[in-house]
């Protein structure tokens, strides 16, 4: 990931490394999309995707039930992320691999999201 000489907590969620990545990846790819999608398509899938990793560290260091509604919030982005990936597809933006790989990286983020969600029930 990076190097820093300050550390904080939330890092060591491999869940909140994941969704980092995955923002990381949307920025690149939505750099690509045509200039009319700008304030549109782009920064709509730019910030759904980037808002993951912003709920996920934002909520973690709050009670378990405050973190539960931020891993909702992180949870509900990376639905968002379905549809403007979606329509990112059907718009002829990305390839079908792209678009594979993204849904497989959603379906991942979201698995860990919910399961991170359990286990502070649970608690």
Known sequence: MFKSEYHFKFE????YQKAMAFGERINKITEQFPKKEIYRLSSQYSRAADSIAAN???GYGSTDANF???LKMAWDSSHECVTWNTKA????Y???EEFEENRRMLTEIGKMISALRRSLKNK
Do not use: G, P
């Open 68 to 70: 539960n509604r931020y």
């Open 89 to 92: 597809f059907l718009r002829k």
């Open 12 to 15: 060591d969620l491999i869940v």
């Open 56 to 58: 996920i560290s934002e």
């Open 94 to 96: 990305i390839d079908h």
